[in-house]
Each structure stands twice: as structure tokens, then as C-alpha cells.
T-cell receptor, first 115, second 113 residues
Framework: AQSVTQLDSQVPVFEEAPVELRCNYSSSVSVYLFWYVQYPNQGLQLLLKYLSGSTLVKGINGFEAEFNKSQTSFHLRKPSVHISDTAEYFCAVSDSGGSNYKLTFGKGTLLTVNP | DAGVIQSPRHEVTEMGQEVTLRCKPISGHDYLFWYRQTMMRGLELLIYFNNNVPIDDSGMPEDRFSAKMPNASFSTLKIQPSEPRDSAVYFC???????????FGSGTRLTVV
């Protein structure tokens, strides 16, 4: 079974500051990794994904994440945040080796960007 | 593409009533997923379909919950009878083959009073 741990439930930052949202996963098989963002009263939107290849993945809205297999981590970063980045962020994992495409999500991290 | 379409956006019902949530996936997506989101439990996978066939329903909480996918463009999640603890946001998502990430609908916020 797979699991995802998002180490911070809330992260407050000031506008234009850098931010890192942490994600660790547990799996006995090779994985695909994802970050989703959820704005208030909306569905989840895919930010970026790691499938294979380069461990540094760039996504939308200036976000990037780095896959670290030895640390079983997939932390999300942005060098300078905006007020509009305030949202909940979810890390997710799926099995890359078979036909099981279900995603297991972390509990989410609420990013609050203050002026 | 209009994306994944869910209806209704909000539903308020009385305990004991039947509730039906609807989902239209993205055309060409072979996988359809139903998730439930609550503050306490986060996002939980209830059931998913591949080519209209239920593959894994181990997340369906009770026999009161049922899901169908009669064709490639429509799925329903039914709760009968509904209970206050079923109050949550229910999301539908679809994915093309390969598991390369889902597209979520906007969700249905269900309140059972």
C-alpha cells in the first residue's frame, strides 16, 4: 500500500518570499508523483507531475518540485509567491508499474500568502 | 473541452432521502474516479471505473453507497438512505490511459440535515 505524508498542514508566508511545501511518500513499487492545487470552492488542478527522467519538474504558475528517490520525497517550491497562490496543495502518488491508476493523496497543506 | 462536469454543485437534503450525484467525464478518458473530501479524512477514493467497468470499490463506505457508469460519458453516485455523516464534497475525476494525472470536476457539496 502507498501513503503520502505532507509534513505541514499550514504554511504562512509573506508575498514575494520563497516557499517549500514538503511531501514524503511510502511505496514498495516505483511511483508517479503529482502536486495538485485547490482554490476555495473549486476542484483540484494539476500543478505538475513526475513520471520519469529529470528529477526536477517544472509546473504551472512558476512552481517546481524535485523527486528524491533516496529520501522518498517530492517537495514543491516557488522562489517568490503571490497573494493569488493562497490555496490548498495536495501531494499524490500512484503506482507506475502496473495498471492501477488510483491516486493516493496526502492530507494537504494550506498555503496562506500575506501582504 | 468543457472538462469534467458534475451536477449539482450543491445539494441539501434531509436525512433518509436518496441522493444522486452526476458526472460527465472528458471525452476519450477511459478512467473515472469518485472521491469524497472532508476536513477529518481528507480525500478518499470511493470507487473507480475503467471502460465503464468498476475496478475497485473498496473505498465505498457502506451498502448505502452505489455507483454506476452506464456509458462512457456518464456516471452516477447514489446514497440511499443519506445520513448527516455523508455531508462532504464529492469529486469526480477522469483520466486517459496511462495514469498520468487526473482532471477533476468542480465537485458537489452535499449537506445532509
Amino acid at each position: 500500500a502507498q501513503s503520502v505524508t505532507q509534513l505541514d498542514s499550514q504554511v504562512p508566508v509573506f508575498e514575494e518570499a520563497p516557499v517549500e511545501l514538503r511531501c514524503n511518500y511510502s511505496s514498495s513499487v516505483s511511483v508517479y508523483l503529482f502536486w495538485y492545487v485547490q482554490y476555495p470552492n473549486q476542484g483540484l488542478q494539476l500543478l505538475l507531475k513526475y513520471l520519469s527522467g529529470s528529477t526536477l519538474v517544472k509546473g504551472i504558475n512558476g512552481f517546481e518540485a524535485e523527486f528524491n528517490k533516496s529520501q522518498t520525497s517530492f517537495h514543491l517550491r516557488k522562489p517568490s509567491v503571490h497573494i493569488s497562490d493562497t490555496a490548498e496543495y495536495f501531494c499524490a502518488v500512484s503506482d507506475s508499474g502496473g495498471s492501477n491508476y488510483k491516486l493516493t493523496f496526502g492530507k494537504g497543506t494550506l498555503l496562506t500568502v500575506n501582504p | 473541452d468543457a472538462g469534467v462536469i458534475q451536477s449539482p454543485r450543491h445539494e441539501v437534503t434531509e436525512m433518509g432521502q436518496e441522493v444522486t450525484l452526476r458526472c460527465k467525464p472528458i471525452s476519450g478518458h477511459d478512467y473515472l474516479f469518485w472521491y469524497r473530501q472532508t476536513m477529518m479524512r481528507g480525500l478518499e477514493l470511493l470507487i473507480y471505473f475503467n471502460n465503464n467497468v468498476p475496478i475497485d470499490d473498496s473505498g465505498m463506505p457502506e451498502d448505502r453507497f452505489s455507483a454506476k457508469m452506464p456509458n462512457a460519458s456518464f456516471s452516477t453516485l447514489k446514497i440511499q438512505p443519506s445520513e448527516p455523516r455523508d455531508s462532504a464534497v464529492y469529486f469526480c475525476a477522469s483520466s486517459p490511459p496511462g495514469g498520468y494525472g487526473y482532471t477533476f470536476g468542480s465537485g458537489t457539496r452535499l449537506t445532509v440535515v
